[in-house]
């Protein structure tokens, strides 16, 4: 295995040089810990809490695995194929322990939550496991892994937001953050792991958030993507007044930290997503006009099975209302084809809900069965897999051309970009995002602009996913 085949520095000087990936003053450290994640980015956020309970017990980062003491893998369940990742990359480390005896390797989130000790016990391919509510103890499994014994903590919690931590950034372009608000999942839907590894749904002190984010942006941060499975059931009683804030008015206050920073949020289950909180976003020029509304699928029995709880007309009335609160909103969703009974007119209904939602993007899967789901014990996973992949294909097709339609409609439209980054195909061009979510490359020129720095830019083309423009006076 070539794990890092371009990096010509010695272990040393790879050492040296990675002390200080902390975004705290700076540090020294003799130990270091590598950390690899998967899955959404509630799981990219929690790497970034263990990355700091790891720093304040004498491991600093680094991002060169050959030279790690401790090697840790953030892990998804949420379909097969993502563990199927997992189990390799696994087994590559391992090859790893041959080389450097001393060197532990653990498994963290929901695949550790799904399958507890067995990848340390009968797999044998793991050191630690730690599960998503357990990370205030992986320095202690980590003095027990070390001296020979099973070190396994996938206790879930009732309480636990890892409130009052603070994250230390790994991998971060200094302009966008995330901020998780809540944990867990009380929703069950019927294919989903994610209430089994994540537990039950709890939310974040607001103050904490609040602080978390004043905080990012004092360091030059633009953008903040609040997260949560579920975030429009965001609600946080204040034991000390007992009041209570909701999604929108936690939205809201995020929002008035300053007008230059982006309030972004994600995700939204149709069934909770109020008036407040869109009427909030359309009165806060900085909160980003993009909305992510999983719709799983069009059909109305299959929504049923799926125990989604509402219908196809519920769902696209509350695009509807999207639209009419903010015309320019954009609006993508999650679809999965081929779940279990679904029919080819079901899966017709997708289609047509899709075009009738318009969504500019779409994240597409074809069902995985999950051990332990509602739909496991319930229902035969009956679609075979051709035929799940047939339709995946058909939702695709169709995703690509209403996003393309979607795209050629921007032509001729000014947006202000907000700056992240160089593109990925030329130093000469800026890489960002508008509020609606649409990434736009256009050439820095002579222009004497910085990441971090909003620009309106005119979008003059598109290609596949990205729109491409120049630097509007206007
Ligand atoms: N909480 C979010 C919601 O309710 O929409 C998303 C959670 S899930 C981590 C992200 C997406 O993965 C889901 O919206 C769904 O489309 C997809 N997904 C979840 N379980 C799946 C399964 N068993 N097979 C295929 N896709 C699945
Ligand atoms: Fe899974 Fe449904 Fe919860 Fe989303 S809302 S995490 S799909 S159970
Ligand atoms: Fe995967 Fe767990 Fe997120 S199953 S999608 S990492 S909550």
Same mark, same amino acid.
């Given at each position: 295995? @070539?794990?890092?085949?371009?990096?010509?520095?010695?272990?040393?000087?790879?050492?040296?040089?990675?002390?200080?990936?902390?975004?705290?003053?700076?540090?020294?450290?003799?130990?270091?810990?590598?950390?690899?994640?998967?899955?959404?980015?509630?799981?990219?956020?929690?790497?970034?809490?263990?990355?700091?309970?790891?720093?304040?017990?004498?491991? %600093?980062?680094?991002?060169?695995?050959?030279?790690?003491?401790?090697?840790?893998?953030?892990?998804?369940?949420?379909? @097969?194929?993502?563990?199927?990742?997992?189990?390799?990359?696994?087994?590559?480390?391992?090859?790893?322990?041959?080389?450097?005896?001393?060197?532990?390797?653990?498994?963290? %989130?929901?695949?550790?939550?799904?399958?507890?000790?067995?990848?340390?016990?009968?797999?044998?391919?793991?050191?630690?496991?730690? %599960?998503?509510?357990?990370?205030?103890?992986?320095? /202690?499994? $980590?003095?027990?892994?070390?001296?020979?014994?099973?070190?396994?903590?996938?206790?879930?919690?009732?309480?636990?937001?890892?409130?009052?931590?603070?994250?230390?950034?790994?991998?971060?372009?200094?302009?966008?953050?995330?901020?998780?608000?809540?944990?867990?999942?009380?929703?069950?839907?019927?294919?989903?792991?994610?209430?089994?590894?994540?537990?039950?749904?709890?939310?974040?002190?607001?103050?904490?958030?609040?602080?978390?984010?004043?905080?990012?942006?004092?360091?030059?941060?633009?953008?903040?993507?609040?997260?949560?499975?579920?975030?429009?059931?965001?609600?946080?009683?204040?034991?000390?007044?007992?009041?209570?804030?909701?999604?929108?008015?936690?939205?809201?206050?995020?929002?008035?930290?300053?007008?230059?920073?982006?309030?972004?949020?994600?995700?939204?289950?149709?069934?909770?997503?109020?008036?407040?909180?869109?009427?909030?976003?359309?009165?806060?020029?900085?909160?980003?006009?993009?909305?992510?509304?999983?719709?799983?699928?069009?059909?109305?029995?299959?929504?049923?099975? +799926?125990?989604?709880?509402?219908?196809?007309?519920?769902?696209?009335?509350?695009?509807?209302?999207?639209?009419?609160? +903010?015309?320019?909103?954009?609006?993508?969703?999650?679809?999965?084809?081929?779940?279990?009974?679904?029919?080819?007119? /079901?899966?017709?209904?997708?289609?047509?809900?899709?075009?009738?939602?318009?969504?500019?993007?779409?994240? +597409?899967?074809?069902?995985?069965?999950?051990?332990?789901?509602?739909?496991?014990?319930?229902? @035969?996973?009956? $679609?075979?897999?051709?035929?799940?992949?047939?339709?995946?294909?058909?939702?695709?097709?169709?995703?690509?051309?209403?996003?393309?339609?979607?795209?050629?409609?921007?032509?001729?439209?000014?947006?202000?970009?907000?700056? @992240?980054?160089?593109?990925?195909?030329?130093?000469?061009?800026? +890489?960002?995002?508008?509020?609606?979510?649409?990434?736009?490359?256009?050439?820095?020129?002579?222009?004497?602009?910085?990441?971090?720095?909003?620009?309106?830019?005119?979008?003059? /083309?598109?290609?596949?996913?990205?729109?491409?423009?120049?630097?509007?006076?206007?």
């Amino acid at each position: 295995m @070539e794990l890092y085949a371009n990096d010509t520095k010695t272990h040393d000087e790879a050492r040296q040089g990675e002390a200080f990936a902390s975004n705290g003053p700076k540090k020294h450290f003799d130990k270091f810990f590598y950390v690899e994640s998967y899955g959404c980015a509630m799981n990219f956020a929690d790497s970034e809490v263990v990355a700091s309970i790891l720093e304040t017990n004498g491991y %600093g980062s680094t991002r060169n695995a050959e030279i790690a003491d401790l090697i840790l893998v953030n892990t998804c369940s949420v379909r @097969e194929k993502a563990e199927q990742t997992v189990r390799k990359r696994l087994t590559e480390f391992r090859k790893l322990k041959t080389a450097k005896p001393g060197l532990l390797v653990g498994i963290l %989130g929901c695949m550790a939550e799904r399958l507890k000790s067995q990848l340390l016990e009968e797999e044998k391919l793991v050191d630690i496991v730690v %599960g998503p509510d357990a990370y205030r103890t992986l320095p /202690d499994l $980590i003095a027990e892994a070390g001296t020979g014994q099973k070190a396994v903590n996938v206790i879930l919690s009732r309480d636990e937001t890892y409130g009052d931590i603070a994250p230390v950034r790994l991998d971060s372009n200094g302009i966008s953050g995330f901020v998780s608000i809540m944990r867990g999942c009380n929703n069950m839907c019927s294919f989903c792991v994610v209430p089994f590894t994540r537990g039950r749904e709890r939310s974040r002190d607001a103050f904490s958030i609040v602080a978390e984010c004043r905080d990012l942006f004092e360091k030059g941060y633009k953008e903040i993507t609040l997260l949560g499975q579920n975030v429009d059931s965001y609600y946080w009683n204040n034991p000390e007044t007992n009041t209570s804030v909701t999604f929108a008015q936690l939205l809201e206050s995020v929002a008035q930290i300053d007008i230059s920073l982006r309030v972004r949020f994600s995700t939204s289950h149709p069934k909770d997503i109020t008036d407040e909180v869109l009427f909030t976003m359309a009165k806060y020029y900085n909160i980003c006009k993009y909305i992510h509304l999983p719709v799983q699928s069009g059909s109305t029995r299959i929504l049923q099975l +799926m125990n989604r709880t509402y219908t196809r007309e519920w769902y696209l009335s509350k695009v509807a209302r999207i639209k009419e609160i +903010m015309p320019e909103a954009s609006v993508s969703a999650d679809i999965i084809a081929g779940f279990c009974t679904e029919t080819e007119e /079901d899966h017709q209904d997708t289609i047509r809900i899709m075009k009738e939602a318009n969504y500019d993007y779409s994240y +597409m899967y074809f069902y995985s069965e999950r051990p332990g789901t509602l739909a496991a014990k319930r229902y @035969e996973d009956d $679609i075979p897999e051709e035929v799940k992949k047939r339709r995946l294909q058909e939702i695709v097709d169709v995703q690509w051309v209403l996003s393309n339609e979607s795209n050629k409609k921007d032509v001729g439209k000014i947006f202000e970009v907000l700056i @992240e980054g160089n593109s990925k195909k030329s130093t000469e061009d800026w +890489m960002g995002r508008n509020s609606q979510n649409k990434v736009i490359v256009f050439p820095k020129g002579m222009h004497d602009f910085k990441k971090g720095d909003y620009v309106n830019v005119l979008v003059t /083309d598109f290609t596949k996913g990205t729109l491409l423009g120049t630097v509007s006076n206007k």
